[in-house]
């Protein structure tokens, strides 16, 4: 894995978490319609109402909106270090171990991939990373990464 300079981010984040905006909605803009909400696959696209659309010819864009909650609270983020076992990069999945021996199945979008986030293809088997992942709202077979970092030291899964 190649590795990346990311002290330069160290003092505006207080954590890992903070690399990626708690959410970190998107946009489709499709057919002249845009629909707040999330990637979920490489071909599909989670509204904030949970309608799975066809992403087909459209386009996601980047955004600071936020879908709106029943309480109006924003959606938190969480971070997992895990060990990758594969990657499959047509489908944009990778297989991971997590510390507690869970498999992970983990979506991860291009338009995650950032100046501080490790790009798809820097991964491969044996690869131990931070990812970071909504709490609710996207899917429980299938995590959406909004961000994949290299962890801060040498994470070892539990044996």
């Given at each position: 894995?190649?590795?990346?300079l ?9 954590s890992?978490?903070a690399?990626?905006?708690a959410?970190?909605?998107e946009?489709l803009?499709?057919?002249?319609a ?6 979920i ?13 066809q ?12 879908c709106e909650?029943s309480?109006g609270?924003?959606?938190a983020s969480f971070s ?5 076992k ?13 510390a ?18 490790l790009?798809l ?5 044996g ?32 044996e």
């Amino acid at each position: 894995m190649k590795a990346r300079l990311i002290f330069p981010y160290c003092f505006l984040v207080g954590s890992i978490g903070a690399l990626a905006p708690a959410g970190a909605e998107e946009l489709l803009d499709k057919d002249g319609a845009k629909y707040l909400g999330w990637q979920i696959s490489k071909v599909e696209f989670r509204t904030c109402y949970k309608k799975v659309l066809q992403i087909e010819k459209g386009k996601i864009l980047r955004t600071n909106d936020k879908c709106e909650t029943s309480n109006g609270r924003l959606k938190a983020s969480f971070s997992e270090f895990v060990e990758v076992k594969t990657v499959n990069p047509d489908a944009r999945l990778i297989t991971a171990i997590s510390a507690d021996k869970r498999e992970r199945k983990i979506y991860y979008p291009e338009i995650a991939e950032t100046v501080v986030n490790l790009k798809l293809s820097d991964l491969k088997s044996g690869d131990r990373i931070t990812v970071v992942v909504p709490t609710s709202g996207r899917g429980d077979d299938i995590w959406r990464a909004e961000a994949i970092t290299s962890p801060w030291f040498a994470y070892k899964p539990k044996e």
